[in-house]
């Protein structure tokens, strides 16, 4: 949509102010990408003992998360660690960062220990597929890990009812996948797909005696104790012997760049920037010249396109949110006693849920953030709609225009064709009447024409109706 136009000069002032807001965000934008965009930090290998590189995977599984454990792999590959060892606790999270991960784990050139830890913590649905990938499974004690039965929702929201045939399938492709490196690791398929199948969760025991697991330690330093000089397997069938004798513990922590995109890139917060993003760019077409709203939504935008580049985003609750702002701004041109206004909220709420298609489990917007924000989102922009429309029709506060339709005093008497004159807004002026106005009468400016207005009487005789 665009914004009523603006004189030329007005346009010429706005786009170098706009020019020099650019210039400096983009001074500022560099600045802080210098910092973000240095890696993790990564000390020089200290000799004297092994190295076992630390990762936490804490929270759902998603994109960043995923970048961070491939990029914790290469650093432990590049200062030839002995060991990685990723402490997990997570509830689940996306499939395709889950794979990503999993494959990052079966390709790692260094042992990968996954240690499900502390106590209370657990593996479930993504984070068990993670803990049977890795060379060595581990869990502490009160510990669970299981329940990976796919789930098809709505937005994260409302669990999506499918045939039979479908479901199977779905479970199939699951079990498939996990067979394909639980064989190969030596540990216990058939039970490990009832955690599919059947939604099974296991405690710590259970997983040992089931033979999913590789050991159960009470802490990271038992665990390395345990492991120090036990021979595995690796996936390419190669036997290794971990040499884990007073071992150099390195933790490699997210860099200030993940951690900022970690927090972005969350479904909740994709859809608020997306918001801001589209109502700030919205306020600045209809009110050309504000300028702040206009930056501020142009960097949530931009962010929020950057967010899909991660998140799995459907097209449908895009065309939903993009229908709501036409029914917000139609219910502002046309009212229609909230029908519009109504069918907007409605549209712009299953964009909402309807915004990231279903992961392995549940992670699309939340219901509360879904209502906060499109309520207020409503309410604007049918208010910024009408203000727009209403200033259209708003008469000219300035210059000639002004005078048009304006009231007048004669101070000295009109004839027909002949100038005389009408003091107006309490200035004297020049006028002309096409009949004669006697002095002291009231008349309305119908016309200027340089330095003289064009007058007639406020009442004008009705002809007599015979």
Known sequence: MKGPLRPRREA????????????????????????????????DEPAGGPVVLELKLDGEVEPILATYIHEGLQDAARRHASLVLMTMDTPGGLSDSMKDIVQHIL????????????????????????????????????????????????????????????????NQDATAFLRSFTERR???PELAQ??????????????????MIDLVANSTEDLIHELDGRTITRFDGTKVTLALKNPVRTPFELSARQKFLSRIVEPDIFFVLLILGVLGLYTEFT?????????????????????MHFLPVNLAGL???????????????????????FGGVVSMFLGALFLIR???????????VALSATLPFAVFAVVLTRLVLRS?????????????????????????????????????????????????????????????????????????VK
């Open 12 to 43: 010429v002032c706005f786009g170098r102010t706009w020019g020099g807001v650019v210039s400096a965000f983009s001074w500022v934008f560099f600045a802080v990408a210098s910092v973000l965009l240095v890696p993790s930090s990564s000390a």
């Open 107 to 170: 390709a790692s050139p260094v042992p990968v220990a996954v240690y499900v830890s502390p106590t209370g913590a657990r593996g479930a649905s993504a984070g068990f597929y993670i803990l049977l990938s890795a060379d060595i499974a581990a869990m502490a004690r009160g510990t669970h890990t299981g329940s990976a039965t796919p789930v098809i929702a709505i937005g994260g929201a409302f669990p999506m009812q499918i045939d039979e045939a479908f479901r199977k399938k779905i």
């Open 186 to 188: 030596g540990r216990n």
């Open 194 to 211: 009832k955690a599919i199948t059947e939604g099974k969760a296991f405690t710590e025991t259970e997983a040992l005696d089931g033979k």
């Open 287 to 307: 009110h050309p010249g504000v300028i702040a709203p206009g930056v501020i939504g142009g960097i949530c935008l931009i962010l929020a396109l950057y967010d």
């Open 319 to 341: 065309f939903l949110i993009a229908l709501a702002l036409a029914f917000f701004i139609l219910e502002a041109k046309a009212p229609s006693h909230g029908v519009l206004a």
């Open 358 to 368: 279903s992961p392995l489990t549940a992670g699309g917007v939340s219901l509360g």
């Open 392 to 464: 259209r029709k708003w008469k000219t506060a300035t210059g000639r225009e002004e005078l048009i339709g304006s009231s007048g005093t004669v101070t000295a008497e009109l004839k027909a064709g002949a100038e005389g004159m009408v003091r107006v807004h309490g200035e004297l002026w020049r006028a002309v009447s096409s009949q004669p106005v006697p002095e002291g009468s009231s008349v309305r400016v119908t016309k200027v024409e340089g330095l003289k207005l064009y007058v007639e009487p406020v009442q004008v005789a009705s002809p007599a």
